[in-house]
């Protein structure tokens, strides 16, 4: 899956009602132009087969589903289509609107990690989509900074590198030229730095364990005090 927090948000809306399907996409972007947040309405449809066919060939990127519940007319509804969503996509985001609030407890049954279940009638209704809005941005910021945090870009020649923290073994102060040498699990790269400054950008994992190392301590399997 790509790095969530750092691509644009996906908006699919389920809805068999075309104006409440507009009303609901015009207040999300109304949000996201306040926030200035990169946004795309990629459905506003009845067609529930047109939303499993993008859950299945989108699942990489971030998608927030507002799903109506009952359908007129056809043999489903928004719990089925949800659970569908499911197989394909986990980590999308799924919130009922409905006007029928008394199915609230009926979303538990089906397990499917919803964020919210909002009637249609509420007076509230931009203020309810505002805050689940609030709630997936506020999410986004932390992933993006855990990523930073489990990231460390490394310039070598004319090259960047951008290395996972888990995948370095540890550091060391090359013999010559003042270079730093990282040795990762599957590459040995030198640039120019000091092991000071790298103390900075590296998380508690790692430990500058003497004057010419900076050692990964998840990577440590036994240490002999002798």
Do not use: W
């Amino acid at each position: 899956r790509a790095e969530k927090g750092s691509e644009n948000m996906n908006f699919i809306i389920c809805e068999d009602n075309q104006r409440d399907g507009n009303k609901i996409r015009d207040i999300i972007q109304e949000y996201m132009t306040n926030c200035c947040e990169p946004c795309k309405i990629q459905l506003v449809t009845h067609r529930f087969a047109n939303v499993i066919t993008y859950a299945k060939n989108n699942c990489d990127t971030e998608n927030v589903y507002f799903l109506d519940v009952v359908f007129d007319g056809y043999d489903t509804n928004g719990f089925k289509i949800a659970r569908q969503i499911r197989e394909y996509d986990i980590y999308g985001y799924i919130i009922f609107i409905t006007d029928y609030p008394e199915l609230c407890m009926t979303a538990f049954k089906y397990k499917l990690k919803a964020l919210d279940f909002i009637c249609k009638n509420d007076p509230d209704i931009k203020k309810r989509i505002f805050e689940c809005l609030d709630t997936i941005k506020k999410e986004r910021m932390k992933l993006v900074k855990k990523q930073q945090n489990e990231t460390i870009v490394i310039k070598s020649g004319s090259q960047y590198h951008n290395i996972e923290l888990k995948n370095i073994l540890y550091f060391e102060t090359a013999t010559l030229d003042r270079k730093i040498i990282v040795h990762t699990t599957n590459s040995k790269i030198e640039f120019y730095d000091t092991l000071k400054n790298l103390e900075k950008k590296l998380n508690k994992d790692f430990y500058r364990c003497h004057r010419a190392f900076i050692i990964n301590t998840a990577h440590v399997k036994q240490v002999n005090t002798s």
